[in-house]
């Protein structure tokens, strides 16, 4: 290691996933080992992601964190068995044109600075810890020059959350829960990448939600505690959802893949109705949701439009194409609309040109808005409207990437310290 103060660093990007078949209960707490398989959908990082910089410097005397810019702890036991687990596989690093020199040894003597920021707000109860824990293990491996491949890297994120080792993978990703006892085999594969099925449109309703909600970590928890119905969805019914849904992706078949997404969120939420107390992710704005689209589908003879509730009220629904997702929209806008005072622009982020599709871009106000007749002659001109923050229009998107670019760091080059 050469004496001077320098500072090596990386930046990555991640995104979230969102479950289509879910991830509810573990059969051990620690590994984070689940007790059924999963499989999500990886969602497009211009709209949604996480970066994270991670630095190495012999100039740190100890390791910090600072999160959307706030420094916070890293002693808690899921960043700490993520650390060991990727410092444990560490190589060596050579930047010759630098002079720097690190070995194997040296590691575990060096201090990390890790800044990690997310383009969407926590608050919105997107699943922000899934593409933080696989963007965090991501950057670190190629800081620490880690030889594993993204598998092996996504039974690293698991231990961070469990969700976050599908975010290892871009488009159609599994997460195989396996039989091993020290989780070896507890890994996520890639289904499917994301232009495999590049016509579906994603669009997240964000949901204001009154209440406090419980965390994922705690209330599956509790559901595995006190629900039996999460015992016979374990297995009896997700085995064969896991098998119908490889199949849907594989073939593209859209009726299968709403069904069974469908069906799934709903279980998941009845498992958590079914524990004790119960939980109560969804409220009367999701359950408007799910009505508008069960209806639609109902009236169009086939499924138009796919939903899909994690732990929280946010309904993320996913349309068989992009005319689809326009009608959605509008009808979306039209039983939830923004508040007099809220611009259209905030009120639909991520991928504004759907806006411009649904004419809704330039002088053409909510107040004239009608829903499209497919939705009309289903649902009606309800009077009741409903509540939402705001929309997100996304789609099917990459995994994690490097990003060389040393303007989008986070830290400062020769401090190591937040920009
Ligand atoms: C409902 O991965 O957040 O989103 O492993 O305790 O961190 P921990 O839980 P987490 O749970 C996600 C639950 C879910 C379903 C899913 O993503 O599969």
Known sequence: MAAEKWVYMVTAQTSPNIAVINYWGKRDEVRILPVNDSISVTLDPDHLCTVTTVAVSPAFDSDRMWLNGKEISLSGIRYQNCLREIQGRAGEVKDKERGIKIEKKDWEKLHLHIASYNNFPTAAGLASSAAGFACLVFSLAKLMNVDEDASHLSAIARQGSGSACRSLFGGF?????????????????????????????????????RQKETSSTSGMRKSVETSSLLQHRAKEVVPKRILQMEEAIKNRDFASFTQLSCADSNQYHAVCLDTSP????????????ISLVEKWNLSEGAPQVAYTFDAGPNAVLIARNRKVAVQLLQGLLYYFPPKSDTDMKSYVVGDMSILKEAGLDGENSVENLQPPPEIKDSIGSQDQKGEVNYFICTKPGRGPVLLPDQTQALLDPETGLPK
């Open 278 to 289: 119960p939980i109560f992710y969804m409220n009367d704005n999701s359950h408007m949701i």
């Open 173 to 209: 990703v599994k997460w195989r829960m396996g039989s091993k006892e020290d989780g070896s085999d507890s890994v996520a594969v890639q289904l499917a990448d994301e232009k495999h099925w590049n016509d579906l449109v994603i669009i997240i309703a964000v949901v204001s939600s």
